[in-house]
Nanobody, 138 residues
Framework: QVQLVESGGGLVQTGGSLRLSCAAS?????????????IGWFRQAPGRAEREFVA??????????YYADSVKGRFTISRDNAKNTMYLQMNSLKPEDTAVYYC????????????????????????WGQGTQVTVSS
């Protein structure tokens, strides 16, 4: 059973930084590693019904990174394949970054999230973390 466990959220002032972590487990039985999977961060702001795209790293065969325009230049997505952990470094945080942040991974290796003009949407059956709250005070 694949599990994604997030940590690192909290309360920070405008201009501050946070690093979110997402530890993945349960997918290595077939010999696959984290680099065989695309990984992504999405967020759900207060009062919003849907989760919005934040950042994605494609699986290692493609290995491209993508960011939402709203976070480009401030956020950095990365992964440590040896630790089976993905990260989201968030700098220069703004009040509009306040949201619950979720890490996600497609159910199958060598598979991307759904691309659209401007970013990525989750697949219907992706694995998700439990979410971690990020609050940026003004």
């Amino acid at each position: 059973q694949v599990q994604l466990v997030e940590s690192g959220g909290g309360l920070v002032q405008t201009g501050g930084s946070l690093r979110l972590s997402c530890a993945a487990s349960g997918f290595t039985l077939s010999g696959l590693t984290l680099e065989d999977y695309s990984i992504g961060w999405f967020r759900q702001a207060p009062g919003r019904a849907e989760r919005e795209f934040v950042a994605v790293i494609q699986w290692s065969g493609v290995d491209n990174t993508y960011y939402a325009d709203s976070v480009k230049g401030r956020f950095t997505i990365s992964r440590d394949n040896a630790k089976n952990t993905m990260y989201l470094q968030m700098n220069s945080l703004k009040p509009e970054d306040t949201a619950v942040y979720y890490c996600a991974m497609p159910r199958s290796a060598l598979t991307s999230f759904v691309y659209y003009d401007g970013g990525f949407s989750p697949n219907d059956d992706d694995y998700w973390g439990q979410g971690t709250q990020v609050t940026v005070s003004s």
